[in-house]
């Protein structure tokens, strides 16, 4: 099994991208066995190499654990891209890889002599894949963001959080780790399939503004057709109830509940021993539960509250109805065992030390992936690059650590 | 209207290739993997969604084309459906599978979200299926995974971002935490489902087999924690929700003169360009006094660069006088009292500081960014007499563009092209199967 061929060995990413947009979903093509090149410059690091949390116990730039999980399964070469000569080796690199990306501010790859002009001249079926935060065109192109705000402007926190209060959102740069790189690992194997098919390689643009508008679901249409400004959806849907946040025992403990259908509200009824008020009228159907929510809210929250989150979830899901554990960090690691079996991987990080990290989410029967090395140290991988791959001979490779051009 | 000078990117042009063009997808879907059979139609498949007589039962998710509700007016039906067919076969019904069985064979994909163990009992599960076209690509989608402790529960939206690790950390400390609209879960459980179709694709076409793609939505969004999971597994520290300002850095959301921004202005190098800026329209009130200054300096260390900090300076200042943080945002807070979102989105840009406006799907639509870019297109919806405009797509191909050619289908708007023409069934074929509830 450990050695199974992988579905994308012999694709070769040439990864420009960094901090979390692109690296996050160039992760994902290392984990199915493409060959992903990370270049890095010690002249300009990748932010996630000086943020914290640090392994204990050793603050170096190899040792830092959000970096150390999203990079998994990729090489890492550094390579001064403000030298020529590093620019020089940049092209050379493309030009033996399948696959480009960047996340830069636009244009920037283009001043390199990297944009996609200039990368079909040396190799005409290149995928080229740049990630610029409003769009290489626009009278904002030049704009530049970070997560946190890109889900200001894509209209995810407007909608996200309670009536009357401020629009915080989902509390994280969620746009760096949901939608973006998502939709680009879509976007480059929807580009390899249609390059399987026709040997032609493309460009493609993934605006980072673009991509996470589309993660706001029905909120623009219901404004292109119906005029109307999607507000925050608070924890309620029109088709249920009860539906949302119950408090539960301990300290900050919280459970979800969800109840759609006349058959869950009867299951829910039953786990929760058939308390008088539930049967009453005011709560018979829908509608009803509908119109009475903010009372009905208040009784089940009556009942989880000497509860535990995950004595409701399970009472409640044996039962058949929608229930969860709004789980933290601790308890997708210690106390979710379907997490605990499917997902999470330790791995032994050479400077790092052991540390869990996430495994391949997305499960495939015949050609599954596997976390099959640590990141990489910063230029870890510089003779294989640069002597193997690229056929530099010793003493030319020893200069250009000298001249500060693999730096 | 003359031509803009936009990139070829940009042009929806319908005489281009698509770059899923050979792909057939047959579509049984729920509300939960619906955007992934979005996502694999607007780039070309021919996506058949397979609906009960009845319709979808996501077609009665809200809200409808001018309020009326309607299964054949949800916009909820109409965004994620769009360039698809619809079919109607009642899976219940022998007959009807056999039809289904039919349409297997000529398909590549096929993605279902039924609740674990229901196609099964149909036997229409992978193994059942692979031996009628080992080829095909099959993918589950569900709330946990096919396997597993879990892998039974009920797994709306709200249960995958709660168990994901995503809902605790949205929202103030001493409330309840925040549902994120929009339904996340079901997004990102269906944009990885179609990683995983596109990855057994691409394997598919060199080898020619199939395989089985299992999504859970749990785990699809436990990866989209930032460092949630991390800080526990390296530091042992559970990262909590903290309301307005982000954990750890000065990151915040500001209420300004027309709406909100989110921003981080005296994190990083940015600092001192926003304080010339606030000082030169006088504002910057007792800000210059050193202490003050000192306590900006400390703040923009704050966040990472540790050397940057000048030895003279106590790095405990702030925890020590948490008064001081408390009066330069006040300061701040008054400023951006006395401008839009866009003046402040404009100067701060100028001045490399981190500041974005919160947008509504107004400001979005407004937005000269997207006007300019023609993010948003035209759909014809002949049965309504409108065009309605929709939301283009998350990337633009250059060769391959995404589009959206046709809008969402209506129940069984496709039955009589694939029923008869397609699969040859005689009329009394069709009749009887409708008389027997199949279709």
Redesign the interface.
């Known amino acids: 099994m450990a050695d199974k061929k992988l579905?994308?060995e012999g694709i070769r990413v040439a990864d420009f991208s960094w901090v979390?947009a692109g690296p996050?979903g160039t992760r994902?093509l290392g984990n199915?066995g493409a060959e992903v090149i990370k270049i890095e410059s010690a002249g300009r690091l990748d932010?996630n190499r000086?943020?914290?949390?640090?392994?204990?116990g050793n603050r170096g730039v190899n040792a830092t654990?959000?970096f150390n999980?999203v990079n998994c399964d990729k090489l890492g070469i550094t390579l001064n891209l403000r030298h020529p000569k590093g620019r020089e080796l940049a092209k050379k690199l493309c030009a033996i890889s399948d696959i480009v990306i960047d996340n830069f501010n636009p244009g920037v790859m283009k001043k390199m002599g990297l944009g996609?002009d200039d990368l079909i001249k040396i190799k005409p079926d290149i995928i080229v894949?740049s990630m610029p935060v409003?769009?290489?065109?626009?009278?904002?192109?030049?704009?530049?963001?970070?997560g946190?705000?890109?889900?200001?402007?894509?209209?995810?926190?407007?909608?996200?959080?309670?009536p009357g209060?401020?629009?915080?959102?989902?509390?994280?740069?969620?746009p760096?780790?949901?939608?973006n790189p998502?939709?680009?690992?879509?976007?480059v194997?929807?580009?390899?399939?249609?390059r399987?098919?026709?040997g032609?390689g493309?460009?493609?643009?993934?605006?980072q503004?673009?991509?996470t508008?589309?993660?706001?679901?029905?909120?623009?249409?219901?404004?292109?057709?119906?005029n109307?400004?999607?507000?925050?959806?608070?924890?309620r849907l029109?088709?249920?109830a009860p539906?949302?946040?119950?408090?539960c025992k301990g300290d900050?403990e919280?459970?979800?509940i969800?109840v759609?259908t006349d058959d869950e509200w009867k299951a829910f009824k039953k786990a929760i021993d058939n308390p008088s008020w539930a049967n009453d009228k005011k709560f018979a159907t829908l509608a009803d539960r509908k119109k009475n929510e903010d009372e009905l809210d208040r009784l089940v929250n009556a009942w989880t509250l000497p509860k535990g989150a995950r004595e409701v979830?399970e009472l409640l899901?044996n039962a058949?109805?929608?229930?969860?554990?709004?789980?933290?960090?601790?308890?997708?690691?210690?106390n979710?065992?379907?997490?605990i079996?499917?997902?999470?991987v330790k791995v032994e990080h050479p400077e790092g030390g052991p540390?869990?990290v996430?495994g391949v989410?997305?499960?495939?029967?015949?050609?599954p992936?596997r976390i099959q090395r640590p990141a990489p140290l910063l230029g870890e991988h510089n003779e294989y690059v640069f002597k193997k791959l690229l056929g530099i001979p010793d003493e030319e490779f020893d200069m250009l650590l000298v001249d500060q051009v693999l730096y | 209207m003359p031509e803009k000078d936009?990139?070829a990117?940009?042009s929806f042009s319908a005489d281009k290739?698509a770059?899923?063009q050979?792909?057939r997808v047959l579509d049984l879907t729920t509300e939960m993997g619906v955007y992934c059979t979005k996502?694999l139609a607007d780039?070309g498949a021919d996506v058949i969604r397979v609906e009960s007589p009845k319709g979808n039962p996501a077609r009665?998710?809200?809200?409808y084309?001018?309020?009326e509700s309607d299964p054949q007016r949800s916009?909820?039906h109409?965004?994620f459906n769009t360039n698809k067919r619809s079919i109607t076969l009642n899976l219940e019904n022998p007959d009807a599978r056999e039809v289904l069985k039919k349409l297997v064979k000529s398909a590549e994909v096929l993605v279902e979200s039924f609740p674990v163990g229901y196609m099964a009992k149909l036997g229409l599960d992978?193994d059942s299926l692979k031996k009628l076209n080992p080829g095909l690509i099959y993918c589950s989608i569900s709330g946990?995974?096919q396997?597993?402790?879990?892998?039974?529960?009920?797994?709306?939206d709200?249960?995958?971002v709660?168990?994901?690790?995503?809902?605790?950390?949205?929202?103030?400390?001493d409330e309840?935490?925040?549902?994120?609209?929009?339904?996340?879960g079901y997004?990102?459980a269906s944009?990885?489902?179609?990683?995983?179709i596109?990855?057994?694709?691409?394997?598919r076409?060199?080898t020619g087999?199939?395989?089985?793609?299992?999504?859970?939505m749990?785990?699809?969004v436990?990866?989209?924690?930032?460092?949630?999971?991390?800080?526990?597994?390296?530091?042992?520290?559970?990262?909590?929700?903290?309301?307005?300002r982000?954990?750890?850095d000065w990151?915040e959301?500001f209420?300004c003169e027309d709406g909100?921004?989110?921003?981080?202005p005296f994190g990083g190098a940015g600092w001192q360009k926003i304080f010339e800026w606030v000082d030169s329209e006088g504002k910057a009130a007792d800000l210059k006094e050193p202490i003050y200054q000192q306590a900006l300096k400390v703040m923009a260390w704050g966040q990472?660069?540790v050397a940057a900090l000048p030895p003279d300076i106590d790095k405990e200042l702030l925890t020590k006088n948490p008064q001081l943080v408390t009066h330069i945002e006040e300061v701040w807070q008054q400023f951006l009292m006395t401008h839009t979102r866009e003046e402040l989105?404009k100067n701060c840009?100028e001045r490399?500081v981190?500041?974005?406006?919160?947008?509504?799907?107004?400001?979005?639509?407004e937005?000269?960014?997207?006007v300019?870019?023609n993010?948003?297109v035209d759909v014809k919806h002949p049965e309504l007499n409108?065009t309605?405009?929709?939301?283009?797509?998350?990337?633009?191909?250059?060769?391959?563009p995404w589009r959206i050619k046709s809008r969402a289908p209506l129940i069984g708007e496709h039955n009589p092209e694939l029923y008869e023409k397609e699969l040859g069934m005689s009329k009394d074929e069709i009749a009887i199967l409708k008389k027997s509830g199949g279709i």
């Open positions: 579905p994308l979390s996050r994902v199915f932010l000086g943020r914290p949390p640090f392994m204990p654990a959000l999980n996609y894949i409003m769009g290489e065109t626009g009278p904002r192109a030049s704009y530049g963001g970070y946190m705000g890109i889900e200001a402007i894509s209209g995810l926190k407007y909608i996200s959080g309670y209060k401020m629009p915080l959102g989902t509390g994280i740069a969620y760096d780790s949901g939608p998502r939709h680009a690992m879509v976007a194997m929807a580009a390899l399939h249609y399987n098919k026709t032609k493309q460009f493609i643009e993934l605006a503004y673009e991509s508008v589309c993660f706001t679901g029905t909120a623009l249409l219901e404004y292109t057709a119906n109307k400004i999607q507000g925050p959806w608070g924890g029109p088709n249920a539906h949302g946040t119950y408090r900050d919280w459970c979800v969800a759609f979830m899901q058949g109805v929608g229930a969860g554990v709004i789980q933290t960090g601790r308890d997708l690691l210690d979710d065992q379907q997490l079996q499917r997902h999470y540390q869990t996430d989410r997305i499960k495939l029967s015949a050609t992936g | 936009t990139p990117f940009n290739p770059a899923l050979d792909i996502l780039l009665s998710l809200g809200p084309y001018h309020d916009l909820f109409f965004h992978y946990f995974g396997e597993g402790p879990y892998s039974k529960y009920k797994a709306p709200i249960v995958g709660a168990m994901g690790g995503l809902m605790y950390l949205g929202g103030y400390p309840a935490p925040f549902y994120p609209g929009a339904f996340q997004h990102l944009v990885d489902a179609a990683i995983g596109l990855i057994a694709l691409y394997h076409d060199l087999e199939g395989q089985h793609v299992d999504m859970s749990e785990e699809s436990c990866e989209a924690i930032e460092m949630g999971m991390v800080l526990w597994d390296v530091r042992k520290v559970v990262r909590k929700r903290t309301g307005r982000v954990f750890r990151n959301v209420p909100y921004v989110m921003c981080s990472m660069d989105f840009q490399d981190r500041l974005m406006p919160i947008y509504d799907s107004k400001d979005i639509y937005d000269p960014q997207m300019e870019r993010f948003f409108a309605i405009k929709y939301p283009g797509g998350p990337y633009r191909f250059k060769d391959t």
